[in-house]
């Protein structure tokens, strides 16, 4: 099995922004063709940006820079909420799909919300 070298892959809010682009994926392969640019793209880069800059702010030494790309992963889950009502309201999904989606942004906003505030909190202590 392929080891995992960079400290970022082992944590469990990664895995998850991981998961969520997975998922994300799934649910945008089922809206029309004519939304491919549109909404799917919009939706698809959103939910990648998530763990894109997770990752980017795992690499910063400085926590303010850090922050800043957790901050921007944390507009990126918001940024989907509207996407996934969208898609909701168009019928392009379901009911249940959109519930799933939408509690794990909520699950991803949350631990993103936990981890600004531990560098916040190691900011002022410094």
Known sequence: ????????????????????????????KKLPIDERFGLSSQLRRAAMSISLNLAEGFSNFYKKDKNRFFRIAKGSVYECIPGLTISL?????NQEEFEKMYQECYELSRRISGLIKYIEKKLKNN
């Open 1 to 28: 099995m392929f080891k995992k070298l960079f400290n970022f892959e082992k944590l469990e809010l990664y895995q998850r922004s991981l998961e969520f682009i997975n998922n994300m994926y799934v649910i945008t």
């Open 89 to 93: 309201k168009q019928k392009y999904i």
